[in-house]
């Protein structure tokens, strides 16, 4: 029988998870939040995307791990590094960070057949006060969406609570881009979108493992995906961040399976 398809699925397509299936889910999210911890001292003026990208393939590699984004749809690396006006899916490659530039890290691994998927924000040099605030408001957005995470309320007041956050910010939450259900697959059903109207959507219940992954732009939420069909940047060039959670519902509220061991998830370090 394929592991892939046990269990009960609700009418909205989801999958419920066996308590036991949290465990799987932990040693995912320990592992790539551990190798985001890890490349922090690797960002700094001069360095390459692609090296910090190398960095972390060897990090899966020597946990035994499997990169869940080598391979998937045609990317070729275990990270995306999306520095500046880049939303999402930056490629890793030969540019140089410069003083002031943020970027966002997303790493996906496979650990016993287990997704754990999470990013996190990183500064190269000296950060501005505006890319401060970015990060700042992204990172609360993310938590205001957790905080929303328990069962019986819906997928609507997750983004609502995000949404609502970053508009009174006077700044722009992505919708082209939404986090996802996962577990023993990379991408699942529901799309989790970062905006949204209260009470709506499917109801949540203890055993969905998803991703809440806001996106923040400094200016206009528009976005659009360069000629290399993976990056995607703000239409108005303003900057962008995200992080992202992989986390559990549980009876009584959320489980975060990515949770930095050393935490250092925020604020930004180095
Ligand atoms: N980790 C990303 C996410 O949060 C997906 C990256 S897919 C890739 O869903 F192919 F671009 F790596
Ligand atoms: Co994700
Ligand atoms: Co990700």
Redesign the pocket.
Known sequence: MDERTKGRLTKDGIRIFDPEDFAGMRGAGALAARILDDIAPLVEPGQTTGAIDAAITKMVDDAGATSA?IG??G?QHAS?ISVNHVVC?GIPGDKRLKDGDILNV?V?VIVDGWYG?T?RMYVAGKLSRKAERLIQVTHDALFKGIEAVKPGNTFGDIGYAIQSFVEAERMGVVRDFCG?GLGRVF?APPNVLHYGRPGTGATLEPGMFF?I?PMVNLGRPETKVLADE?TAVTRDKSLSAQF?HSVGVTEDGVELFTLSPGGKFHPTWG
Do not use: P, Q
């Open positions: 984004t998937y749809k990317y995306c899916h997303d996906t998927d990013s996802h991408h991703t992954e993976w992202e």
